[in-house]
């Protein structure tokens, strides 16, 4: 799977948006980009995936430039609960998850 | 709706003994994932199932540690005998299938020995 590069820490305004960048140079054809994110002492948790194309749910959104090479989460108005580490996975076909050190989000109120 | 239920939530056990960490898979899902998070190596998986048959089992550590899934939606990850070492929280995530189908972890279990 591509290796993926996250800045360490951001810091963000409460109410304002969040934008978590993350570098996946190597990314293949067949590759996904998954975001996950782990609030402390809990399970990392799911927020969204996606190809080629960007990609909205209920939490956030995924905008992928057109090479894939990078990509950028939006979580739209983030609160205090949003301050989590937040993890950039490539993956292809398959199961394995591979979590790097991710980036740690603080929402500042 | 419930999500991956882990149990207990905190194990704290003495070297030697036996340790059993349960994990309840969401409804409708055939595919159980268990990880081990510490400080030092980060989330690591340890063994994925697939319709309760084994598939890779290549991050287990060591013999002291086995997995089961006795029926479909439950697993269980033990340890016999524990050390030190294999102190960390561990956790257990379940998919609907392969694919590109995410993955939705429980809050762990966090486990001392002492």
């Known amino acids: 799977d591509a290796k993926t590069t996250q800045p360490p820490s951001m810091d963000c305004a409460e109410g304002r948006a969040a934008n978590l960048p993350c570098n996946h140079s190597?990314?293949?054809?067949?590759?996904?980009v998954y975001w996950y994110r782990q609030i402390h002492s809990q399970g990392p948790q799911y927020i969204i995936h996606g190809l080629k194309n960007n990609e909205t749910n209920e939490m956030a959104s995924l905008i992928i430039t057109e090479d894939r090479k990078s990509s950028t989460l939006i979580l739209p108005h983030a609160t205090l609960r949003d301050t989590a580490v937040y993890y950039c996975i490539v993956r292809r076909d398959g199961y394995q998850l591979t979590f790097g050190k991710g980036t740690k989000l603080s929402v500042i109120p | 709706d419930a999500g991956v239920i882990q149990s207990p939530r905190h194990e704290v056990t003495e070297m030697g003994q036996e340790v059993t960490l349960r994990c309840k898979l969401i409804?409708?899902?055939?595919?159980l994932f268990w990880y081990r998070q510490t400080m030092m190596r980060g989330l690591e998986l340890l063994i994925y199932f697939n319709n309760n048959v084994p598939i890779d089992d290549s991050g287990m550590p060591e013999d002291r540690f086995s997995a089961k899934m006795p029926n479909a939606s439950f697993s269980t990850l033990k340890i016999q005998p524990s050390e030190p070492r294999d102190s960390a929280v561990y956790f257990c995530?379940?998919?609907?299938?392969?694919?590109?189908?995410?993955?939705?972890f429980g809050d762990g279990t966090r486990l001392s020995i002492l």
């Open positions: 995530a379940s998919s609907a299938g392969g694919g590109q189908q995410p993955q939705h």
């Open positions: 409804s409708g899902h055939n595919s």
């Open positions: 190597t990314i293949s054809g067949n590759e996904y």
